[in-house]
């Protein structure tokens, strides 16, 4: 069991809902990476989604595709970010997914790069634009370096595609709960109680429910729905705001920890 | 080619988000029922015929050949279409299509703006809500395609991101497709993305090809000995090749933009400085640094100015069958003004790409032997930006209507 695995079987043996957070890796700088990665620790998040900051994120909303700017910037590269994985894992065992745009492992080489993300200590890869028809490698690669591929559900996805995908899955299935790129909503889908029962129709995986929860409330309403909720752009766009503030680590964490309590508080609650 | 699941060997396939993946699946069945009915074809045909004007005439470009003292060229028209460049082929074929599906909002890319009037045109037609996608670069080298798509009633919207040109425009139209998916078709205008794409677009510009093969074989009673066109995404070089490719004694040149020469960020010539990777839902050729981040590009030709070349011509290139130049702005700017002067004819800058290739090459050859070149568009859209870059920008107002230099 690698550490997303241990952690939801956590979480399911004492009934809580987990929470998932994203921040583009290099915004402002790596060290900051490393920095909210301690403090999202001790906040109580559940699994820390990296994203490495492409040049054509095509799958990302405007505040995402500004914060791989900034990444790119600062200089951040793949094998930087692999680097502060492996630096945040002298002080933390906290879950780590690498979301990730499927050029730049293919550049490196599967192989390769999944070789050096396990050493590293990453648990899981998310690659946006990389559809299971076209993984056969990448997921005996995967299996074999006890990584878990994450794969996305979405609202347009067919139930025979569902079950194909679910038969696939490992460690948790991210429900995108709706159509479009990542960021925040006003409000949330009506129609995510429904979806997530079609997949645990196909899986006994948790179910991660993200793409624009951008408060407390929300969190607290879609975790009666999911397993765990991904909050991503409201905390990205929170980062944008202070930059290279000193207090960047401590007021973000301020936030996700507000966000960790809602959580908490739907898990009371039967789902 | 390609394999079911849409790859050239190993180019294509489809790499898209999960949103995509089930209406790229179902724009696939659709697509290859239209394919095999009839009252399709029978439309589609109508249009090409009536409204856009095909056949285009193979015309037998006299003067430049005698100048050049080599292979006779002839010259596929498909500036003649309306509208003004091959783009309308594909994008006519995909609006009946949207339509079929059921769909009532229509979106493209665009980089010379030659598709995106190509789809805001054949929008308005149907009677379609069009939104084209434009880098702001774009918008400015050619404000005139824009002023037309904006006459057509399509909203054009100015994409800020990154250099601000085709590549740019690609990545916003895709968003706003997994946005907008179950109401909206996006219209891609060239021979790249994911599966079905490539073999869509290029089974609708192949109306190039066997209009050629069959004008070549009336006029001269033979195939030609090469075929030359410009490769941007490369739809109008596929168009004019894929009719000819079982053809051994075809060769085929595609020629890409050279910009300021093989200088990293200063071209866009896929073959010449570019490696394997995935961009925009294909594993293609691109231009990527070490660590798979997409390189700039360069080209005075904002439809060649791209990162990425359709999957199908990377298989081509590597099975040799298809060979792939480049020419420099310099080299095309050239050919831009000696077809305007040699055969009164002014082409798309990215038309002149094709046509600097074959100057290179005409006089190295056999007066017997044929060459097809593509004139995919006009130049009317170039002529602002060429005027400045060639000294012929001076007041035309104020009595100065003199020849201009060279
Ligand atoms: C006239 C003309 N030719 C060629 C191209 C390049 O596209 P493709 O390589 O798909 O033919 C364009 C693109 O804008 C164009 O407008």
Same mark, same amino acid.
């Given at each position: 069991m690698n550490r997303i695995e241990s952690r939801f079987a956590r979480l399911? /043996?004492?009934q809580r809902k987990g929470l998932v957070v994203y921040i583009g890796a290099g915004d402002p700088h790596l060290e900051a990476t490393r920095q909210l990665a301690l403090e999202f620790d001790q906040a109580g998040v559940d699994v820390l989604e990296l994203?490495?900051?492409? /040049?054509?994120?095509?799958?990302?909303?405007?505040?995402?595709?500004?914060?791989?700017?900034r990444g790119l910037a600062s200089g951040t590269t793949p094998s930087s970010v692999l680097k502060t994985v492996a630096d945040i894992r002298r002080d933390s065992q906290i879950p780590i997914v690498l979301y990730i745009y499927f050029?730049?492992?293919?550049?490196?080489?599967l192989d390769h790069f999944i070789a050096q993300a396990a050493a590293a200590g990453v648990d899981g890869l998310l690659i946006l634009d990389l559809p299971p028809e076209e993984a056969d490698d990448y997921e005996a690669l995967m299996r074999k370096a006890g990584m878990c591929p994450i794969w996305l559900v979405a609202p347009t996805t067919p139930d025979a595609r569902i079950e194909r995908i679910a038969r696939r899955a490992q460690g948790f299935i991210y429900y995108v709960s709706r159509e479009g790129v990542t960021g925040m909503q006003s409000t949330v889908s009506t129609s995510i109680g429904d979806m997530t029962q079609r997949i645990r129709q196909h899986s006994q995986l948790p179910i991660a429910v993200g793409f624009g929860i951008s408060n407390p409330d929300q969190a607290r309403e879609v975790a009666t729905h999911a397993d765990a909720i991904v909050v991503g752009s409201a905390i990205v766009n929170r980062i944008a705001q202070l930059g290279s503030d000193p207090t960047l680590a401590a007021q973000v964490g301020a936030f996700v920890r507000s966000l960790a309590d809602a959580v908490r508080s739907a898990s009371a609650s039967p789902a | 080619m390609p394999d079911a699941e849409g790859h050239f060997g190993p180019f294509g396939g489809r790499y898209v988000p999960e949103t995509l993946v089930y209406p790229l699946q179902q724009l696939e069945e659709e697509y290859f029922r239209a394919q095999h009915d009839p009252a399709f074809q029978q439309e589609l045909d109508y249009y090409l015929r009536e409204f856009v004007g095909r056949p285009t005439p193979l015309y037998r470009a006299a003067r430049l050949t005698e100048e050049l003292g080599g292979a006779r060229i002839y010259l596929k028209r498909e500036d003649l279409l309306h509208t003004g460049a091959h783009k309308i082929n594909n994008a006519l074929g995909q609006v009946l299509l949207a =339509? =079929?599906?059921?769909?009532? =909002?229509?979106?493209a890319e665009t980089g010379a703006g030659q598709h995106g009037v190509a789809t805001a045109t054949v929008a308005a037609m149907f009677g379609f809500q069009c939104v084209i996608y434009m880098g702001a670069v774009d918008c400015e080298r050619q404000a005139l395609n824009v002023y037309r798509m904006r006459m057509l009633g399509a909203e054009v919207v100015p994409v800020h991101a990154g250099q601000k040109t085709l590549k740019e425009a690609v990545n916003e139209a895709m968003r706003d497709w997994v946005t907008h998916i179950r109401s909206t078709h996006y219209i891609l205008g060239t021979a790249y993305g994911a599966h079905p794409y490539p073999v869509m677009v290029r089974n609708f510009h192949r109306v190039i090809g066997d209009e050629a093969r069959r004008q070549i074989l009336e006029q001269e009673e033979r195939l030609p000995d090469l075929l030359m066109a410009c490769v941007g995404g490369g739809s109008n070089a596929i168009g004019l090749f894929y009719p000819f490719l079982n053809d051994p004694g075809?060769?085929?040149?595609?020629v890409e933009a050279g910009g300021l020469g093989i200088i990293p960020e200063q071209h866009a010539a896929r073959f010449h400085g570019g490696s394997l990777g995935v961009l925009q839902g294909t594993r293609s050729y691109i231009l990527q640094d070490e660590h798979g981040q997409i390189q700039m590009t360069h080209s005075v030709s904002a439809g060649l100015d791209y990162a990425a070349v359709g999957p199908e011509h990377a298989w081509l290139h590597d099975q040799g069958r298809v060979e792939y130049a480049y020419a420099t702005d310099e080299k095309a700017l050239e050919a831009f003004m000696r077809l305007a002067r040699t055969e009164g004819i002014i082409p798309a800058l990215e038309s002149a790409h094709a046509v600097a290739e074959a100057i290179r090459i005409a006089p190295t050859m056999r007066k017997e032997d044929i060459i097809v070149i593509n004139l995919s568009g006009r130049g009317d859209k170039d002529v602002m930006q060429v005027a400045e870059k060639v000294g012929l920008s001076g007041s035309v107002s104020a009595g100065k209507c003199g020849s201009g230099s060279s």
């Open positions: 399911r /043996s004492q994203g490495v900051p492409f /040049s054509d994120p095509l799958a990302d909303g405007v505040v995402n595709q500004l914060a791989a700017q050029n730049l492992l293919h550049r490196v080489g | =339509r =079929r599906m059921g769909k009532t =909002r229509i979106i075809v060769r085929m040149i595609g």
